[in-house]
């Protein structure tokens, strides 16, 4: 029998709300909704039907008065998501309501927001190398740190007693939690490091950086195991599936790349129109939802995701 191919026939669908350009994607809990924040400041969501025959409707969250950067959901409530934004806020959002249920003045433009694995805590990153940590609960700072270099993306490990941090100087630097003493700084890329993921089956994590370059890492040895080698510009985002068997990363290449996690192999290409900002897998079916730069032909800001892995356009 001929080895299947896969993701071979599969289509993307095109999202159209914002009036701006979407920076962020992500997915809820159990994979029927997603997030997407844009620079129109506002965030949407969405209800995604896997098999693709609904009508999508889709939800605005208004307030924020600057772009939304990145927004992640509740990793144990499917309805509630948190945004971070330019305007040094980050908000937690209801989508049964649609309404802010929660605020945090913090004291930069934030760029980068991820939960903890048990939904506890929330971890913030800003321009300004800050980190901040907030009791999702009472929504108050618990930790605050400023570091003397820059920070990218950030996470938590599955077990939530390691933090990582994406560098400009080309490490990933390892934070026992909640100490955040420091644990080891891996010296990963030969430029900065740009973004993190980790595989949902806690073996490895994978890190994206402006050598063009991912390294897949072995969590329990701390070790390189191997690199995924298909694009040519920084890597902007990456995600790997839900059965950890497939990673998908993306730049200002012209397709985003999904490469087989054990062999490093690319199974296959999307193509896109522009430079990507985000790409996230549904955590429970083989939908990648992304978004970019994409622009119309005025050269205006299109404001669309899409997302690939329906068996139709």
Not at 178 to 183: C, E, H, N, R
Request: net charge negative; glycine share 6%.
């Amino acid at each position: 029998m001929a080895e299947s191919i896969p993701f071979k026939n599969l289509h993307s669908r095109e999202y159209q709300g914002h009036k701006k350009k979407v920076h962020s994607v992500a997915w809820n809990c159990t994979g029927t909704k997603l997030a997407s924040g844009s620079v129109d400041q506002t965030a949407r969501v969405w209800h995604i039907d896997p098999h693709g025959h609904s009508k999508v409707k889709d939800l605005e969250l208004k307030g924020h008065t600057d772009s939304v950067d990145q927004l992640c959901w509740d990793p144990k409530h499917a309805d509630l998501v948190a945004t971070a934004s330019g305007d040094k806020t980050v908000r937690l959002w209801d989508v049964r309501s649609g309404k802010c249920s929660q605020q945090a003045e913090l004291s930069g433009e934030n760029i980068n927001i991820t939960y903890k694995p048990d939904g506890t805590h929330v971890a913030v990153g800003n321009r300004d190398d800050e980190l901040t940590i907030l009791d999702v609960r009472k929504f108050k700072v618990i930790h605050k740190r400023k570091f003397n270099y820059e920070v990218n993306e950030i996470a938590w490990n599955m077990t939530g007693d390691m933090f990582f941090l994406t560098t400009g100087n080309g490490t990933v630097e390892v934070l026992a939690y909640p100490s955040l003493k420091a644990v080891d700084t891996l010296t990963a890329h030969t430029a900065g490091c740009y973004c993190i993921a980790i595989d949902p089956l806690g073996r490895y994590f994978a890190v994206g950086s402006a050598d063009s370059l991912v390294s897949l890492w072995d969590i329990s040895e701390m070790l390189c195991v191997r690199t995924f080698t298909k694009l040519e510009w920084p890597v902007r985002t990456i995600s790997f599936n839900h059965t950890g068997e497939y990673i998908a990363s993306a730049s200002e290449d012209l397709f985003i790349d999904i490469s087989n996690v054990q062999t490093g192999r690319s199974v296959h290409q999307i193509p896109c129109r522009a430079a990507m900002n985000s790409v996230e897998w549904n955590p429970k079916f083989n939908l990648l939802a992304y978004a970019g730069d994409d622009k119309n032909k005025y050269q205006a800001d299109e404001g669309v995701f899409r997302i690939f892995g329906f068996d139709s356009a």
